[in-house]
Structure formats: C-alpha cells, structure tokens
C-alpha cells in the first residue's frame, strides 16, 4: 500500500513527535530538490535509511549528502521522478 505524503518547501513537517517517536517502517524515502541542510528535513533522510528504507535523492545538484543516499539522480525533477515511478512500478 503507498502512502505518500509531502511537505513543500517551507513547511514544518507535522504530527513531527508522532513521527519521531514512531519506528520507521518506510520502504523508501523519497527527497526531491532539497539539499539537505534545513531541519526538520535535514535529519529526516538519515532516520528512514537507519530504518531500514532505500533513499533515493532527486536533484540536479549534488549537496554534501549525497553520497549517503542509496540511490540519487543528477537529472531535472520532471525527468527522473516519471522514470522512478515506471522502475518502481512496472
């Protein structure tokens, strides 16, 4: 079952206590266009991988988290997100 969820730029993530003190159970995490460095998303990609999730990183640029994604994309948004879906559900 997919149940996606997002938060745009700008927004606090909600119901963030539930979320943190909940084990993740997230198969994968998906980060497009963020670099990384503003909380609370800074720390979120780093909880779901030690979770056990496969991270994949959209972005056209590389930050200084990208080596710890699994799995990242050097491409616009509006090229690899339609390619990531195909792969993941094909």
Known sequence: ???PDIVWFREI?????????TPG????FLSIRISGHAYPV???FERARSDGAWCIKINKDQTEFSPH????RFEPAAVEVPKLVDELFR
Request: proline content about 0%; overall charge negative; hydrophobic content about 35%.
């Open 42 to 44: 800074a720390g979120s």
């Open 13 to 21: 993530r909600y119901h963030l206590e539930e979320i943190d003190q």
């Open 25 to 28: 159970d997230a198969k994968v």
């Open 1 to 3: 079952m997919l149940q």
């Open 69 to 72: 994604f699994d799995d990242k």
